[in-house]
């Protein structure tokens, strides 16, 4: 059972639109959520957090969304840029347990100049 | 400082060998966790120490996997006996107690 679920698996967007990169999760106990972007043969780098207890934070071009009544986050770029262009993943914890990320399957962002 | 650290970067071995992959986390990390990504998947929760104790393995598929840590740094994740299904890019995190985790750049396994 996937707890994490990324539905697109690609998503194309001009340079200077917004993207937007949607995640829902079925763990109402998930309480601590991070977007990573990963770039091929290199690790997941993290990219931003929100806590349970907020409903959006940003930073920078990058904001994300949490709706916790729906169990959907977004992650929105806003502009793109052609260096945005990989693969970004959701995750989501539990910060009483033992705080081990669950990912979704990723989004393949391509940012078309 | 230096960021997550893992080798080999890339393995092939053959199906029934045993192969050993090294983590050395950021300095001052606490916890350390081991993922693995298949084709085409996320990334797949392994095991997760603090300190050298591991107080949650669930996510070992099976017992051919097994790991450690010594002296609150490095940590190797062993596999016996491989499978073809064992073929995957296994990541490494640390991180200071339960803040974000940060990964190296995996170690890219192959077995034939």
């Known amino acids: 059972d996937q707890q994490v679920k990324q539905n697109s698996p690609s998503l194309s967007v001009q340079e200077g639109r917004i993207s937007i990169l949607n995640c829902d999760y079925t763990?109402?106990?998930?309480?601590?959520f991070l977007w990573y972007k990963k770039y091929p043969a290199e690790g997941p780098t993290f990219l931003i957090s929100?806590?349970?207890?907020?409903d959006k934070n940003e930073d920078g071009r990058f904001t994300v969304f949490l709706n916790k009544s729906a169990k959907h986050l977004s992650l929105h770029i806003v502009p793109s840029q052609p260096g945005d262009s990989a693969v970004y993943f959701c995750?989501?914890?539990?910060?009483?347990?033992?705080?081990?990320?669950?990912f979704g399957t990723g989004t393949r962002l391509k940012v078309l100049a | 400082g230096a960021g997550v650290s893992q080798s080999p970067s890339n393995k092939v071995t053959e199906k029934g060998k045993d192969v050993e992959l090294r983590c050395d986390p950021i300095?001052?990390?606490?916890?350390l966790y081991w993922y693995r990504q298949s084709l085409g998947q996320g990334l797949e929760f392994l095991i997760y120490?603090?300190?050298?104790?591991?107080?949650?393995k669930s996510g070992l598929p099976s017992d051919r996997f097994s790991a450690e840590r010594t002296g609150g740094s490095v940590s190797t994740l062993t596999i016996q006996r491989t499978q073809q299904e064992d073929s995957a890019v296994y990541l490494c995190?640390?991180?200071?107690?339960?803040?974000?985790?940060?990964f190296g750049p995996g170690t890219r396994l192959l077995v034939l």
């Open positions: 995190a640390s991180s200071f107690y339960q803040e974000t985790q940060y």
């Open positions: 763990n109402s106990m998930f309480d601590y």
């Open positions: 929100i806590s349970s207890i907020k």
């Open positions: 995750a989501a914890s539990v910060i009483s347990g033992t705080y081990k990320y669950i």
């Open positions: 300095s001052g990390h606490t916890a």
């Open positions: 120490f603090q300190g050298n104790s591991a107080p949650d």
